[in-house]
T-cell receptor, first 116, second 113 residues
Framework: EAQVTQNPRYLITVTGKKLTVTCSQN?????MSWYRQDPGLGLRQIYY???????DKGDVPEGYKVSRKEKRNFPLILESPSPNQTSLYFC???????????????FGAGSRLTVL | AQSVTQLDSQVPVFEEAPVELRCNYS??????LFWYVQYPNQGLQLLLK??????LVKGINGFEAEFNKSQTSFHLRKPSVHISDTAEYFC???????????FGTGTSLTVIP
């Protein structure tokens, strides 16, 4: 089944304790992206990657890091989490290849993070 | 730069009534247009998309949207809603070249029995 898998789905942590949210897709998509969803603010892009070793900042990158060492994986790293990073996070992927359902973002199920 | 405005943050509607969720966008280049739906405690899934051709696009669950280039709008409609349509709806645009998507702030549709 074509999917984007995020882990963990739920996490409660404390300020300053480094954490990583993993994201993996099995569709050979070139493009991957992280969003955070907050009430009243909708989806805001954190980072995106056009392909392996190519990443760029989105609208709200402060406090986050990403890496794209392999095509299928795009982990989101919070080096020193703070309470204002409490949010619902989504990973998504897409492709331009016409035979692969181009121009459609496929989302993971979400990761709810609470930073105390 | 692209931007997406969803004019209504919350839309309550009675069951079996029609509904329209409004979306306007601004872009200096040609774009593709999308509506995504997020059911409670779930991720987002594609409802429908406009890439080219007919400006009236039909999606899943009886929803449709009309692309209006002159008004830069892509409003979502359904002639008769069901309780199961209660969800958050997001409008999004993507430049024809490139892979970045831009989302609106969402419209929460609540269907009242």
């Amino acid at each position: 089944e074509a999917q984007v898998t995020q882990n963990p789905r739920y996490l409660i942590t404390v300020t300053g304790k480094k954490l990583t949210v993993t994201c993996s897709q099995n569709m050979n998509h070139e493009y991957m992206s992280w969003y955070r969803q907050d009430p009243g603010l909708g989806l805001r892009q954190i980072y995106y990657s056009m392909n392996v070793e190519v990443t760029d900042k989105g609208d709200v990158p402060e406090g986050y890091k990403v890496s794209r060492k392999e095509k299928r994986n795009f982990p989101l790293i919070l080096e020193s989490p703070s309470p204002n990073q409490t949010s619902l996070y989504f990973c998504a992927s897409s492709t331009d290849r016409v035979n692969s359902g181009a121009n459609v973002l496929t989302f993971g199920a979400g990761s709810r993070l609470t930073v105390l | 730069a692209q931007s997406v405005t969803q004019l209504d943050s919350q839309v309550p509607v009675f069951e079996e009534a029609p509904v329209e969720l409004r979306c306007n966008y601004s872009s200096s280049v040609s774009v593709y247009l999308f509506w995504y739906v997020q059911y409670p405690n779930q991720g987002l899934q594609l409802l429908l998309k406009y890439l080219s051709g007919s400006t009236l696009v039909k999606g899943i669950n009886g929803f449709e949207a009309e692309f209006n280039k002159s008004q830069t709008s892509f409003h979502l409609r359904k002639p008769s809603v069901h309780i199961s349509d209660t969800a958050e709806y997001f409008c999004a645009v993507k430049r024809i070249t490139g892979n970045q998507f831009y989302f609106g702030t969402g419209t929460s549709l609540t269907v009242i029995p």
